[in-house]
T-cell receptor, first 114, second 114 residues
Framework: DAGVTQSPTHLIKTRGQQVTLRCSPI?????VSWYQQVLGQGPQFIFQ???????GRGNFPDRFSARQFPNYSSELNVNALLLGDSALYLC?????????????FGEGSWLTVV | AQSVTQLGSHVSVSEGALVLLRCNYS??????LFWYVQYPNQGLQLLLK??????LVKGINGFEAEFKKSETSFHLTKPSAHMSDAAEYFC????????????FGQGTELSVKP
């Protein structure tokens, strides 16, 4: 079975632009979460979606938004990009939103803002 | 609120030596604890997790960790290091009422010398 898949794998954007990152969860998983990992740091929680509803939000500005589709795939959007948004963006999926569920991560999308 | 502290940003061991990576957590609710490994330019792979029950948890690749509530610790060990163990290791915590939100430590880079 395919794992969590993310696209694109690498992208370069200019300050002020907008970016959309995509994620397909493991088949049968209904919960998708997004994390930002800045170089040299641990991942930081951005959003969790379950059954197409936002179930959790981390301490990120409103420039960050996400949504989940009926097939449980998800998109993360970042508007008005700043240099500090350069990071690895990780998508994770789990069967449900229940704590303790095994959470599986994708390979990530590397975003560079210049 | 939860937090994780990983003691030592970089640990170096010789091949065949004991691996010990330290993790202390803070949680106002019963915690669920996780160890993930990240190889260069890749996503996160789950090594093991503690939810309830037995406090000594065995994971993949010969790793294990012990949940010690009195010490608020969840240290990761492996009896004999292999060159392929060289990677970044992250400890993470989730509260039982926190759903899929993981709080990560800063990570520990493990180097294995021949």
């Amino acid at each position: 079975d395919a794992g969590v898949t993310q696209s694109p794998t690498h992208l370069i954007k200019t300050r002020g632009q907008q970016v959309t990152l995509r994620c397909s969860p493991i088949s049968g998983h209904k919960s998708v979460s997004w994390y930002q990992q800045v170089l040299g740091q641990g991942p930081q929680f951005i959003f969790q979606y379950y059954e197409k509803e936002e179930r959790g939000r981390g301490n990120f500005p409103d420039r960050f938004s996400a949504r989940q589709f009926p097939n449980y795939s998800s998109e993360l959007n970042v508007n008005a990009l700043l240099l500090g948004d350069s990071a690895l963006y990780l998508c994770a999926s789990s069967k449900t939103q229940v704590a303790g569920n095994t959470i599986y991560f994708g390979e990530g999308s590397w975003l560079t803002v210049v | 609120a939860q937090s994780v502290t990983q003691l030592g940003s970089h640990v170096s061991v010789s091949e065949g030596a004991l691996v010990l990576l330290r993790c202390n957590y803070s949680s106002s609710v019963p915690p669920y604890l996780f160890w993930y490994v990240q190889y260069p330019n890749q996503g996160l792979q789950l090594l093991l997790k503690y939810t309830t029950g037995a406090t000594l948890v065995k994971g993949i690749n010969g790793f294990e960790a012990e949940f010690k509530k009195s010490e608020t610790s969840f240290h990761l060990t492996k009896p004999s290091a292999h060159m392929s163990d060289a990677a970044e290791y992250f400890c993470a915590v989730s509260g039982y009422n926190q759903g899929g939100k993981l709080i990560f430590g800063q990570g520990t880079e493990l180097s294995v010398k021949p």
